[in-house]
């Protein structure tokens, strides 16, 4: 079947009373009663603890799997939970972590608070180097490289085959964070990236209204020692909300193609305005890294980045406060449009750049482009006027 296809048909749910059902049941309990005593210890052939995962959480994994062409998916409370289990699986005290320096805030602040304090040092390279120069900087104690492609924020893309063909030849592990591409417009297993970590919180939820993360893995070895993390920390997720991820999952392909055609139609509104300096959106011909997103993702998402005229305090903020269709807020992936900004978070980055004024990340959601375009008129005149001219 086609990818399309796929995600309205994974591997067949369970239905109950003896009808079947095109949705898994939700089961709510701790409890799993089991049909032997042999079974009692039996930790490979039965489930013998609600956390572990019933109808839905299974359906969902399964699903998942066929998403990402992986061996085996675990689930995590939220995408940064995702993000630590991962790490926590490949890591260990004494090993060097190289992180991309564009990585996402919490992402960050988990490698510098809680990995610090267990004696994993994070080493910060910049993505923009070529494949061989990050490489070059991946030393005896580098246990494993994270990639982030785009960029957090700034949308910076990385040559993920190259980097994870230059990290295996190393001993080292590749992880990437498969947010942006949903697990359905990269692929980043078949690259050679060894687990591809995403928020499904975002567009696999697709409604502003649960949290959830998933780490994909092919390897046997990575894949136990992700399971063995999740059974260890005590991690889980309420069958509703992976009944709820699931029910996403169906209609994410069409999702995505209307976030991202509507996000290419206001990017490209946005070129022809004399308040914006430059679009960071890999998608369009001509970006920084446009070569290296028509190679390895097949679409894009509605996430993307403005950077506005040079302008004094408060423009940015005068910008973004005349916005009535566009909320204010951080997260990302669902039906509505959203906007930040961005330079408060950049200053914790190692290799600092001047993108030549404000940076203003928008995703664009599922509302009419026109509207948009109208909504964003309305908040550069706002930006004119508070700069002055």
Not at 199 to 209: A, E, N, R
Not at 244 to 256: A, C, F, Q, W
Not at 261 to 269: D, G, K, L, Q
């Amino acid at each position: 079947m086609k990818p399309a296809s796929r995600l309205v048909h994974p591997p067949a749910p369970s239905g109950g009373g003896g009808a079947a059902t095109v949705n898994p049941a939700i089961q709510k309990g701790s409890t799993v009663l089991l049909p032997d005593a042999a079974a009692l210890y039996d930790d490979d052939a039965y489930v013998t603890y609600g956390r572990n995962g019933l109808a839905a959480h299974e359906a969902l994994k399964a699903a998942l799997c066929d998403l990402e062409a992986a061996a085996a998916v675990e689930l995590y409370p939220s995408g940064v939970a995702a993000i630590a289990g991962a790490l926590l699986a490949v890591l260990g005290a004494g090993d060097e972590l190289l992180m991309a320096d564009t990585a996402y805030k919490p992402t960050r602040r988990f490698c510098d608070r809680t990995l610090a304090r267990f004696g994993v040092r994070t080493l910060y390279y910049d993505p923009t180097l070529p494949p061989d120069a990050i490489a070059g900087q991946m030393g005896p104690r580098t246990r494993a490289i994270f990639l982030e492609s785009p960029g957090s924020l700034s949308f910076e893309m990385q040559d993920i085959p190259a980097l994870a063909a230059e990290a295996r030849k190393r001993g080292v592990l590749s992880l990437i964070d498969n947010t942006w591409g949903a697990g359905h417009l990269l692929k980043p297993l078949d690259l050679g990236v060894d687990v591809s970590i995403q928020s499904l919180t975002k567009y696999v939820g697709g409604h502003s209204d649960a949290f959830m993360g998933a780490a994909a893995a092919r390897d046997p070895d990575l894949t136990a020692r992700l399971h063995a993390g999740v059974i260890d920390l005590g991690w889980s997720v309420a069958a509703e909300d992976a009944y709820g991820m699931l029910r996403g999952l169906r209609t994410l392909d069409v999702r995505l193609k209307r976030h991202g055609e509507s996000a290419m139609a206001v990017a490209r509104w946005l070129q022809t305005r004399e308040e914006v300096v430059a679009v960071l959106h890999p998608a369009l011909p001509g970006a920084p890294g446009h070569d290296l997103w028509k190679r390895d993702f097949t679409g894009a998402c509605g996430l993307f980045a403005l950077v506005l005229k040079p302008a004094p305090a408060g423009a940015t903020a005068a910008f973004l406060d005349a916005l009535e269709m566009f909320g204010l807020g951080f997260s990302w992936g669902g039906f509505e449009s959203l906007a930040i900004d961005c330079d408060p978070q950049l200053t914790v980055r190692s290799f600092r750049r001047d993108y030549g004024g404000g940076l203003v990340r928008l995703h664009i959601g599922l509302e009419d482009p026109e509207d948009l375009v109208a909504d964003l008129e309305r908040g550069l005149a706002a930006f004119r006027s508070s700069a002055g001219s």
